[in-house]
């Protein structure tokens, strides 16, 4: 229903900045088009793409392409989903927004705002992006809401009443939600060699913090961006 995952959508006040910080972890820049007025970058490891804003929006949203999008209104009112936004008609580029029940900004544009990077993708430094995570009121709540747009929820314990953190699946992105306090939601990558990538962030100039992930366990790494977005960087279970 949601179409297909494009993007990490981030506002950021200096895009040069932002895309300087990706790409020295080993992302790599995405051509894009001129559809956004605004100053705008793209970056992908070759599962996900973070878009980079000057535009002042609430950030980060999660942004899907689906063509045709204003013929297909009616198929998320009646999902029951109310739009923060509306941007449709003939002589505008048609997007809509809306939020989940946590506030999570989610965005689908009617057409691709960047092309696939036509060069050989080199492993980042930091590894491959695992799934975006943020905390919710209601793990199951959170499920429900996202379940009927295309996600598949999975739990490790099959009781959905035990509020235990929650992967949702989908073909573009998976989204790890867990009950918490509000607090702003993480990228999450899967290092092979966590050592060696705090060794490489340390001497880019990063402050890597290491920590334990409460929700997996493993040992991790802590990176903030210029923007303010927060990485965390896991160690795999090879």
Known sequence: MLGRFLEISVHAPVV???????GSLGLTQAVTNDIWPHHYGVLTDGRVALGIHAYDFPSPSLTWVR????AHLSEYIDA?????????????????GFRDPDGQMATILEARTYSPPSIPLTPPLIGYFREYRYPVRSTAASAAFWEPL???AMREDEDPETESPVVLTSDGIDLSVYR???????????STDLQAAEGLLEQRGFRPRRTRDAITGRD???????EGSRLLVLEENL
């Open 16 to 22: 040069r900045d932002a895309v300087a910080f990706y």
């Open 67 to 70: 063509p045709g999008l204003a």
């Open 80 to 96: 029951g989903i109310e739009f923060e936004f509306q941007k449709t008609g003939e002589e505008v580029f048609n997007e809509v």
């Open 150 to 152: 295309g996600f598949v």
């Open 180 to 190: 918490a306090a509000p607090q702003p939601p993480q990228f999450v990558f899967d």
């Open 220 to 226: 991790g790494l802590e990176v903030t961006a210029p």
